[in-house]
């Protein structure tokens, strides 16, 4: 059997597994929710049987149970040669993937500061992972690595500049695996190399993200410190007046609730009183539901607003590329969202839009555009995978 690459994605009460062989093709993808609750469960992708889990079970026995599963099932023979684990936050010591030792280790708990909701847990399912496979090689790819080559106008906000010093509050960005990906596959599709290439990046899931990026360097990003500045998304809020949170604390709500709220409770969800999920809210619009219609409306146009934005980066445009959830399968997302840019010169072509997505990437500009725009469906599973095999075998898997 072929040496394959093991992908990790753990979130506070998940485990997302994927397997790779040594031509960095997917064979297999898991995942376990409701970990450390009595309702564990998992499943392999494909397969209608869930994997049982004890009640309660931690990562570590999710993972543990998933890959013996995956063995009895003859999608892993052996143990991996490499393993690759996503991690939200590098802060600023981390600006590309890293093999993790006990020295990288302890400086991502370092960063954990930064993002407590989510390197903790990353750093469990390291953990996790070093005591099932001891003698197997390891990476972090961190989310915020590619946007290390923000310069300070980009990054720095306009607070006492001993925050950023004391503290290191500035603009992070986030899901820069997903943006370097279209850097890349916008070049390849364009005919060019990603260092000549610059493009304006919306990254369009639950979460939701825009970079410019020139010459194949991020140089500008819509997420921050955290990843809840910027776009509307699913549940968060994106930009609000920071004169609100004084509002808000004269009204009795806590910090906490704030937070919570901005988070979890706002952005589509909050606007249209019913979903987060872009596909209900279309249907819901569709069936005449204003508050669902009027939230996309308020996607698109803060969107439209921040490819304006980008531009400011950039000295010239080589494509504007739609991926994530949203933005590789919502043609009404990007017709709306171009709708708003047609002064900039961006034409859309109605039947393309249409006929590409999450399984057809291509170009969707009309002829009369000035710039291309492109859907392309991003793979930050294989980004990891590759850079996996790239720092623990030199590449040779
Ligand atoms: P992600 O976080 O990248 O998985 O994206 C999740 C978002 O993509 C959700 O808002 C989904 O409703 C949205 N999405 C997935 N498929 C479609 C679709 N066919 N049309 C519109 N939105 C979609």
């Known amino acids: 059997m072929d040496a394959s690459?093991?992908?990790?994605?753990?979130?506070?009460?998940s485990l997302k597994l994927a397997v790779f062989d040594d031509q960095h093709r997917k064979r297999a993808?898991?995942?376990?929710?409701?970990?450390?609750?009595?309702?564990?469960?998992?499943?392999?992708?494909?397969?209608?049987?869930?994997?049982?889990?004890?009640?309660g079970a931690s990562h570590e026995i999710a993972l543990g149970t998933l890959i013996k599963a995956l063995k009895d099932r003859a999608i892993m023979a052996n143990d991996p040669c490499a393993?690759?684990?996503?991690?939200?936050?590098?802060?600023?010591?981390?600006?590309?993937?890293a093999l993790l030792n006990?020295?990288?280790?302890?400086?991502?708990?370092?960063?954990?500061?930064?993002a407590p909701l989510h390197n903790p847990v990353n750093l469990d399912g390291i953990l996790a992972t070093r005591s099932l496979f001891p003698s197997v090689p390891q990476v972090a790819v961190f989310?915020?690595?590619?946007?290390?080559?923000?310069?300070?106008r980009a990054f720095l906000y306009a607070l006492p500049e001993t925050y950023y010093r004391d503290w290191a509050v500035r603009r992070y960005g986030f899901h820069g695996t997903s943006h370097y990906f279209m850097a890349h596959e916008a070049a390849r599709l364009l005919g060019r190399t990603p260092a000549t290439t610059s493009i304006i990046?919306?990254?369009?899931?639950?979460?939701?993200?825009?970079?410019?990026?020139?010459?194949?360097?991020?140089?500008?990003?819509?997420?921050?410190?955290?990843?809840?500045?910027?776009?509307?998304?699913g549940t968060r809020s994106g930009d609000v007046d920071p004169g609100l949170f004084d509002f808000l604390a004269g009204k009795g709500i806590s910090a906490k609730d704030i937070n919570e709220v901005l988070n979890k409770q706002s952005g589509l969800?909050?606007?249209?009183?019913?979903?987060?999920?872009?596909?209900s809210l279309c249907d819901l619009a569709d069936h005449g539901h204003t508050p669902s219609a009027l939230a996309i409306d308020i996607f698109c146009f803060r969107l439209a607003k921040y490819v304006g934005a980008m531009m400011a980066s950039l000295t010239s445009l080589d494509a504007l590329v739609f991926t994530g959830g949203i933005g590789e399968n919502s043609a009404r997302v990007r017709q709306q969202t171009l709708g708003h840019l047609s002064l900039m010169g961006f034409?859309?072509?109605?039947?393309?839009?249409?006929?590409?997505?999450?399984?057809s990437q291509g170009r969707i500009e009309s002829s009369d555009s000035r710039f291309p725009v492109l859907v392309i469906p991003t793979d930050e599973e294989l980004v990891i995978a590759r850079e996996a095999s790239r720092l623990a075998t030199g590449g040779s898997v």
């Open 269 to 279: 969800l909050g606007l249209s009183g019913q979903t987060n999920d872009m596909r």
């Open 347 to 359: 034409q859309i072509d109605n039947a393309l839009n249409k006929s590409h997505g999450a399984h």
């Open 5 to 13: 690459l093991l992908v990790i994605n753990c979130g506070s009460s």
């Open 83 to 97: 393993i690759g684990h996503r991690v939200v936050h590098g802060g600023e010591t981390f600006r590309e993937a």
């Open 201 to 233: 990046s919306a990254h369009l899931g639950n979460g939701c993200s825009i970079t410019a990026i020139r010459d194949g360097i991020s140089v500008d990003t819509s997420m921050g410190l955290t990843p809840l500045e910027g776009l509307v998304m």
């Open 29 to 55: 993808s898991a995942l376990a929710e409701r970990l450390n609750s009595k309702n564990a469960f998992a499943r392999i992708a494909g397969s209608e049987q869930a994997v049982p889990l004890p009640s």
């Open 143 to 152: 989310d915020t690595a590619y946007h290390q080559t923000l310069p300070p």
């Open 102 to 114: 006990d020295e990288t280790i302890a400086a991502i708990e370092d960063c954990a500061s930064l």
